[in-house]
């Protein structure tokens, strides 16, 4: 396979850090046109110059991503700068650290708009934008939507409709060759996840087949795969990049057995 995103127009949600950079940098590394927004200038302008230093011209934009003004105009300059729009990865998202019954009325309102009104809004814009030659909307779901855990269930449950949403808009935009799919990340080292694993990371490995933590690039792999011509058939669908986390419940004894 031979994965040429040359003349395409990428745009990334949340793509100023983690694995929203490692993403846009995949595309730029294989030719896309890319164009990242998030909420902090600070980080925006470390991707760009991160970008840049490699060669790769980029277009950031600090955006509400929850904001249908805002999200339009940035597609709106998008295009000006590129001349058109090919794929949209959702993946901006919060995830607040609250048990559902103690999570602030304000939080829960951010926390659906930011995770789940993106969706939505970028799908009205594929709809106006990528029309005329079809497209690709990827989502961010994640682990949380297969098994949840106490402390982020607002989260988790964001998440679940975010691949319910996958699901129905595949449908809804097969008729303009828009194709809608989804990632779902398990543990994956970026600076969120780092505290956790720094606390608890030998007993987060122990329910992980692989046995260790994947790489922001690992899941840039999987987005690109599904953005390419190498996935026209697939709509409505997820790649799980996990390293088989839970995928039997004693991933550990095949590792033990090693050992003796």
Aim: charged fraction near 20%; glycine fraction near 10%.
């Amino acid at each position: 396979m031979k994965f040429d995103f040359s003349g395409k127009t990428i745009v990334v949600t949340g793509g100023s850090a983690g694995i929203g950079l490692a993403i846009a940098e995949q595309f730029a590394g294989l030719g896309g046109q890319i164009a990242i927004c998030g909420r902090s200038e600070e980080k925006l302008k470390l991707a760009k110059d991160h970008l840049a230093g490699q060669g790769y011209n980029v277009f950031t934009k600090s955006v509400n991503v929850a904001n249908g003004e805002e999200m339009f105009a940035f597609a709106d300059d998008v295009e000006k700068e590129f001349g058109r729009l090919d794929v949209w990865v959702n993946n901006a998202a919060i995830c607040p650290y609250h048990k559902i019954i103690d999570t602030p009325e304000d939080v829960w309102d951010d926390t659906l708009n930011i995770n789940l009104k993106s969706i939505y809004l970028s799908a009205r814009i594929a709809r106006h934008k990528m029309s005329q030659r079809g497209g690709s909307i990827i989502n961010a779901a994640s682990f949380a939507t297969i098994m949840p855990s106490v402390g982020s269930g607002l989260y988790a449950a964001t998440k679940s409709a975010v691949t319910s949403m996958t699901k129905s808009l595949a449908a809804e935009l097969a008729p303009l060759f828009i194709r809608v799919n989804g990632y779902i990340p398990g543990v994956i080292k970026t600076d969120m996840t780092a505290p956790a694993i720094a606390k608890n990371g030998d007993f987060m490995r122990e329910v992980i087949a692989m046995n260790d933590f994947g790489e922001p690039g690992d899941v840039a792999n999987a987005v690109v795969f599904l953005a390419s011509k190498y996935a026209s058939y697939i709509t409505g669908s997820f790649i799980e990049v996990s390293g088989g986390k839970f995928c039997v419940q004693n991933p550990t004894l095949t590792w033990d057995e090693l050992e003796d």
